[in-house]
């Protein structure tokens, strides 16, 4: 099967066809909204399970509005689901690999089908405008196809090797390892979760399911997604609740034979020294960035200039790759920072659903009390080119929107240069050299994403060969240092930003799921 990236407002825009895409995002939208506020139970063992205490899963535009109450998981119910991934196992990783590559490859054509309204709950639930919240369904999508395509293209891992003996024939053959725990962020709640959930089932592993309690509906629709394909029940298991019930209880379980998360690198350490405290076990970990862009004299100044603001304040600087720091030429820096700054005062602050909307709110009130935190630290320690402000008038009093901050003369040692803060607040330097600013971006303990700006081939070759990160980018202007896609960037990072290696949407992700099997046959 041949894998396309789905890319629909790109599509759309090529077709001079905007109004049909806002009028069908709309459309989602209504469908949407005359569904929020119901009671969703757990899934396991594909039984729906009710009856415990529940949250509230509420918009972060407006936390008066419940998008839907969620189970509080206990932890007999975890194991539970522990349980019944284990039954599953024999018969789904028994399952031919074609089989289980066409039902996931049709879980994407399902999730095609409902983008729209997929979108819009995006928007709703974490606060994405409608673009960047399609490109987060249109990624889901990618994921299940190209992961369905990846198993096609390797024949399903299974390989010819070499003849040691002339009597002996010998193979190599990649085989699923059991249950996998998948703890999924809210960042990219339809993605992610469907990104590692794919690459656990089609692989032929079982799943335990746990989405982030900030955005548990998006991650409920890619379980049902999952299901209507036809991964079948107890295969794939859905549990919500808090990290310290459901997420320790899945890594603690001896049941459990693999670990997949994408969050903070705190708690993405504990989860990696948890799983291999008593036994191997592989831990799959993305665990966030501090992902510089460097703006040489060489560059094409309007082009880094789009391509630093949308990788600064897309989805309010919310993305594992968002970029949080700014080195440009000391011979440039002043006026290239002065004009960002004006970019990022017009950016628009709304309701994400909105058509006019670039940045809607931050996720919750943690995220909002520590932007205000670090904005007043930016304002005593630097110079606020931009933003520092909390938005609290009129429509945006009951939600957690906040500005997008350009601040300068902080000192690159300041603490809020040196680590992750997931709001949209950027630190910018000049710099005198190339080897300054190499070693500069080097310097952290992340090593995710990084971008240069340089019509210079040459200082772009030096740029990719130096710099200590997983993905990086020259001159993209749809996003200097985010953007990326499956089948084409594939996504991992290096040092503390991930603990593999392999890139999620790249030709060797799947195999992390799975571990050799070598096999001879002597005649």
Known sequence: MAFQNENTFFQFNQRNALDEFHRRYEEGLAKVRAQLGRTHPLHVGGEAVTGRPTFDD??????REVIGKFQKATVDDVKAAIDA???AYPKW????WKERARIVARAGDLAAAHKFELAALCSLENGKNRVEAMYDVDEAIDFFRYYAHLMVENHGYVKTLGKPFPNEECTSVLRPYGVWAVVAPFNFPVAIATGMTAGALVTGNTAVLKPSSDTPLTALRVYELFREAGVPAGALNFVTGSGSTVGNTLVESKKVDGVVFTGSREVGMGLLHKATAERPRPCITEMGGKNPIVVTPKADVEKALDGVLRS?????GQKCSACSRLYVHESMHDAFVAKLAEKAKQLALGNPWEKETYNGPVIHKKAYDDYGTWAEMARRDGKVLAGARQAKEGAKAHGYFV???VVTDLGTDHWLFRNELFVPI????????????LD???SVEYGLTAGIFSEDRREVADFFDRIQNGVVYANRRVGGSTGAMVG???FGGWKMSGSTGRGAGGPYYLEQFMREQSRTVAQ
């Open 426 to 437: 950027l630190c910018t330097a000049p710099y005198a050299s190339f080897d300054e600013v």
């Open 58 to 63: 509420t918009n972060p535009s407006d936390t």
């Open 440 to 442: 500069e971006c080097n």
């Open 403 to 405: 500005e997008p901050t």
């Open 85 to 87: 991934a284990h039954d």
């Open 488 to 490: 084409g960037q594939s």
């Open 93 to 96: 990783s028994a399952l031919d």
């Open 312 to 316: 600064a304040f897309g989805f309010n």
